[in-house]
């Protein structure tokens, strides 16, 4: 997506962009090289679950965990509508999640990222959403072209573009109505600007 592109993409839909794949190698690779460990449990996390930041920051090992394994799957209740949503928890993220609760400890019925600041809460959406400016620094992007949505909106925009599945993604998402899928991943505006970009005039 062209510059132009994506300032027409944030004027009008109003969302952050999603990661590209190489920004998701290039975070994890600077989050392990640093030794991270948190940070790239959390990440990789919110990059399969597709969770709000308010349900991602709010997961208890419960939610993940099987007496000592993680799951290759989660579902939750989310807070915004009260309906459940599973997701997928791959191989990557089983890894790191396993890495993070080696240190941390693995209580059951404790938070997964629980507050460094405040005992007995977790991490709260405020910190979850400085981390992100960090990490998209590493890599040198404008912080301002991404948020918490960006990892939230990174796989299905990209199984959106390989499938153009909209029914997945709803899914994936959690949404009620597909029309909140479609305003939510801006596809009338991208396929618009798409095949825009693809006439030579």
Not at 11 to 40: C, N, S, Y
Not at 139 to 167: C, M, P
Not at 175 to 201: F, P, Q, W
Request: hydrophobic residues 40%; contains cysteine; charged residues 25%.
């Amino acid at each position: 997506m062209s510059d132009f592109s994506v300032e027409l993409h944030q004027r009008f839909t109003g969302a952050k962009l999603p990661l590209k794949p190489m920004h998701v190698w290039g975070i994890r690779v600077r989050l392990q090289v640093e030794g991270r460990i948190r940070d790239l449990a959390l990440f990789d996390l919110a990059i399969d679950s597709k969770l709000r930041g308010c349900d991602l920051v709010a997961l208890r090992l419960s939610d993940i965990v099987t007496g000592i394994s993680v799951r290759r799957r989660g579902m939750i209740l989310q807070q915004k509508t009260s309906r459940p949503v599973q997701f997928e928890i791959t191989e990557q993220s089983r890894q790191s999640a396993r890495t993070w609760l080696s240190k941390r400890g693995s209580r059951p019925d404790d938070w997964l990222f629980p507050s460094r600041q405040v005992p007995g809460a977790h991490l709260s959406t405020r910190q979850y959403a400085r981390l992100l400016k960090e990490w998209v620094e590493l890599l040198g992007l404008d912080q301002s072209a991404y948020g918490t949505h960006s990892l939230r909106r990174t796989k299905v925009s990209l199984l959106y573009r390989k499938t153009g599945n909209l029914r997945a993604c709803q899914l994936l998402l959690g949404h009620t109505k597909l029309e909140s899928t479609v305003r939510y991943l801006g596809v009338e505006l991208d396929d618009a600007l798409a095949m825009s970009e693809a006439l030579e005039i």
